[in-house]
C-alpha cells in the first residue's frame, strides 16, 4: 500500500513503480477524499499493475473512485453509512465489473459483536465478516474478497481458519498494524506462513510501518519461503561463530541489497567456514565457502576458483549477473 498524499499523481506513480520493482503485483492507495478520488484517473493510467482504491466513511468517494477507473475497492461496509448508500457503492461495483475486499479489522468490529462473543476476538471478526459479506451479496455483488484482521498473530489466523471452513469467498491476508520493518516482518510471517502452508489466502499484505517498498520485498521472500513463488534471489548465509572466516554478515547484506530488485529464482549462499560451507555452496546455484585464505566460489555446485576476501561481493554480484544474461 502507498504512504504518499493520492492527490500527489507523480509522487503516487513513482512509489508505485518502486514497489512494482519490489514484486508487488496489486497495490493500494488510500483515498480519503474527492481530490484523492479524481486523481485515481491519472494513477490509474500509468501504472503497471493494478489499482485498489481504500475508501471509508464516504460513499461517494467509493463511487467516485470506481467512476475514475479503479480496478478494485477495499471498504469496511460498517463505516460507509447506511444500507443505501451502501447498496449504491455495490451497485456500481458491480456495474463496472470489479471486485470490493471486505476489511474487517477487530478495531473496527461493532460493539455490540465484540460484547457478545466477550474474549473470542477471532469469533467476533468471523461474524462481522459474515454479516457484511451476506448483505452485499444481497444486493447482488458477486465479485467479493475477505479480510479479517488483527494485530494479534494467534486471533488473526484462527479468525481465517474459521471462515474459510464457512466460506468460499477469496481472502486476503494481513496482520493489521504489525509494527517496525524489523519486528513486524516476523509477526506477519508467522501468522500469514501458517495460514499460507495450509492452502489459506489468496492475496497478502505484509503492514509494516515505515517504506512500503520494505512491504513487497517481505511479501515477495514470504511468498517464495512457502513454495509459494519461485522469484527473487534467496540469500542464504550461516549464522557465523568461532570457526568463520570473513564478514559473512556483511558480505551477505551487501549481495542482498544489490540483488533486490531481481526477479528471477537464484539461491546464493555465503557460507563463513569449510565444516558446512562447501557442501551448502554446492547445493545452491551460486556459493561462496569463506576459509582463511579467501573463499571458494561455486557454481551450479562446482568449484570454480578461489576469491581473495576483499573481492567476494564483487564477484558474487557479478556472476548472479552472468546468471540472469543466460
Do not use: W
Not at 453509512?81 to 476489511?103: E, F, L, N, Q, T
Amino acid at each position: 500500500m502507498t504512504n504518499t498524499d493520492t492527490r500527489d499523481v507523480g509522487k503516487t506513480l513513482a512509489q508505485i513503480s518502486s514497489l512494482e520493482k519490489a514484486g508487488c503485483d496489486i497495490v493500494r492507495v488510500s483515498v480519503p477524499d474527492a481530490g484523492a478520488a479524481a486523481a485515481l484517473r491519472e494513477i490509474k493510467k500509468g501504472s503497471a499493475i493494478p489499482v485498489v482504491a481504500d475508501i471509508h466513511f464516504d460513499y461517494r468517494i467509493a463511487i467516485a473512485s470506481v467512476e475514475n477507473g479503479a480496478d478494485g475497492i477495499r471498504i469496511n461496509p460498517g463505516n460507509i453509512g447506511s444500507r443505501d448508500k451502501v447498496r449504491a457503492v455495490a451497485h456500481a461495483a458491480a456495474d463496472a465489473g470489479i471486485p470490493v475486499r471486505i476489511g474487517v479489522n477487530l478495531g473496527s468490529v461493532k460493539k455490540a459483536l465484540l460484547e457478545e462473543f466477550g474474549d473470542d476476538h477471532a469469533g467476533a471478526l468471523v461474524e462481522s465478516a459474515r454479516q457484511y459479506a451476506d448483505m452485499l451479496e444481497g444486493m447482488g455483488l458477486k465479485a467479493l474478497k475477505v479480510s479479517l484482521k488483527s494485530s494479534d498473530v494467534r486471533e488473526t489466523v484462527e479468525a481465517y481458519r474459521r471462515f474459510a471452513k464457512e466460506s468460499p469467498l477469496p481472502l486476503h491476508l494481513g496482520l493489521t498494524e504489525a509494527g517496525t520493518p524489523f519486528a513486524g516482518a516476523i509477526r506477519s510471517a508467522a501468522a500469514m506462513g501458517a495460514l499460507l502452508m495450509e492452502g489459506i489466502g489468496d492475496t497478502i499484505r505484509v503492514s509494516l510501518a515505515g517504506d512500503p517498498v520494505q512491504e513487497a520485498l517481505a511479501g515477495r521472500i514470504l511468498l517464495e519461503s512457502v513454495g509459494l513463488r519461485n522469484e527473487g534471489v534467496r540469500v542464504i548465509a550461516c549464522p557465523t561463530c568461532a570457526r568463520t572466516c570473513g564478514d559473512v554478515a556483511a558480505i551477505a547484506s551487501e549481495v542482498e541489497d544489490a540483488v533486490k530488485d531481481i526477479r528471477k529464482h537464484l539461491v546464493v549462499a555465503v557460507m563463513g567456514c569449510v565444516v558446512n560451507g562447501p557442501g551448502e555452496a554446492k547445493i545452491a546455484d551460486l556459493g561462496v565457502a569463506c576459509d582463511k585464505g579467501g573463499a571458494m566460489l561455486f557454481v551450479h555446485g562446482r568449484p570454480v576458483r578461489r576469491i581473495a576476501s576483499s573481492d567476494i561481493t564483487k564477484c558474487l554480484v557479478h556472476e548472479i549477473e552472468k546468471e540472469l544474461e543466460k
